[in-house]
């Protein structure tokens, strides 16, 4: 049976979860943002009441975007952004609790490291505060070089008519 554009489907079907049809998707339109802030409120409380108007900016800047799904219910995602060639960042994969450690997690984190737009570059960053052993599991190694952020400043541009302003946030 051929499967439509952006679908990737499991190799095996893990016991765990009874045969259900789970699939992943890397098409973006797919998203359901709806479903996308339950997973988070329910499964990250490191994403807890995401502004589903930012949330869509950030998808539309990333690539690739990876959903998982078990019929039409949204299950796991994961994003990423890259520059093709030095750098990669891994954002936001969760994993829907009843559905945790069946190696689905790390099948998501796969499909973003293999995707083009990733696959290749020197480094691929990751950060997180829980989980570790996960993704060391997976091959991500603790890099205590580099941790400098900026976090909470607002940042102003210059616009072509050389005024200073700050950008636009998007929130509802």
Known sequence: MEQPAGILHLNRSPAPVNNRNIFFSVDKARVDLDQLIQLFNRNAFWAQERCPTTMARAIEHSSPVV?????????GFGRATSDGAYRAVIWDVVIDQDYRRQ???GKLVETLISHPDVLGV???YLFTTHQQG???????VENTSTTLVLMGKTLE????????????????
């Open 157 to 172: 541009f210059l616009t072509p008519d050389g005024e200073l302003t700050a950008p636009a946030t998007g929130e509802d």
């Open 134 to 140: 996960f993704y060391q599991r997976i091959g991500f």
């Open 122 to 124: 020197e480094r691929i």
């Open 67 to 75: 959903t998982l799904w078990d019929g039409d219910r949204l299950i």
């Open 103 to 105: 190696g689905l997690g």
